[in-house]
């Protein structure tokens, strides 16, 4: 049986990757990129450069869009809504649940439909075991194309509301992010000691291996809104985070991070959670209602 032929829009090294895998999963693959220049190595592979918008629009069904963020997707878009119609746009840019939405309502309304995607995975490893993107949107169109954007990632479909995929997405970027900066704030007090990243990485690994021990009792106490301070107190991690913030300040390192973290733990301090797990912060944290 011939393969889903297949549009990509969008050649950053994502895009790239993305068509790459395609091609030697043998999916005929048209593609459009801003800078056209961007395909020269993807048509020698076997892609077909689509001279315009429109023409790569028309050319499939499947339309992936892999861009820096839904801003690009209406600048592309916006000037050829006309050749929308029909079109299943699966849009692996990132970028908020409610921008993802919005996106859902604005291609329905050009007779488009939307599934919105959040890869988890860098270029080098599209294509690859172990990746995968979060999907969500029509669960009907979501399976009539799994297969094939299988090839790309494994695909974890999340549910029928648009945001949600992006709402995955960001959850995961907010737990790299902020890890990572914590990682740069052990570095440099480890720096400012005469001790190398390469010293401290064993330990750094250490703790990480721990994390989800953490993160399973905490998800826990979090959904059903109790945190005994049977195993560790919020006062205690009160003055842990004093002792960090101050060991970081006599070291003459920047201590922004750390007292941001500081200002948490004195606000769950501030509603009485003293004697309660420290995982009480996320009653500092959540949205009231929620
Ligand atoms: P880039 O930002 O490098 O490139 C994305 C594409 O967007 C390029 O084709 C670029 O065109 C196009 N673009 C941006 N702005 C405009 C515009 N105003 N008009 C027309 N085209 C525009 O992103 P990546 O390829 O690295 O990533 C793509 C998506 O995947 C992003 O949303 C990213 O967050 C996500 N992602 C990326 C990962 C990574 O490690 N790279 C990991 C996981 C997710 P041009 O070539 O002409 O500049």
Redesign the pocket.
Known sequence: MSKQAVTVI??????QAMVTAFLENGHPVTVW???AS?ADELVAKGAVLAPSVEDALKANELVVL????Y??MY??LEPATAALDGRVLIN???DTPDKARAAFEWAAGHGAKHVTGG?Q???PLIGKEGSSTYYSGPRDVFDTYKETLEVITAADYRGEDPGLAAMYYQAQMIIFWTSMLSYYQALALGKANGVSAKELLPYASNMMTMMPHFLELYAQHVDNAEYPGDVDRLAMGAASVDHILHTSEDAGVDTTLLKAVQDIFQRGMGKGFEANSFSSLIEVLKKPSA
Do not use: E, F, Q, Y
Request: net charge neutral; no cysteine; charged share 15%.
């Open positions: 969008g050649l950053g090294p994502m895009g990129n801003r800078t961007k892999s861009l820096t963020d801003d690009a600048a592309i692996l840019s990132s890869v995975v860098p270029p």
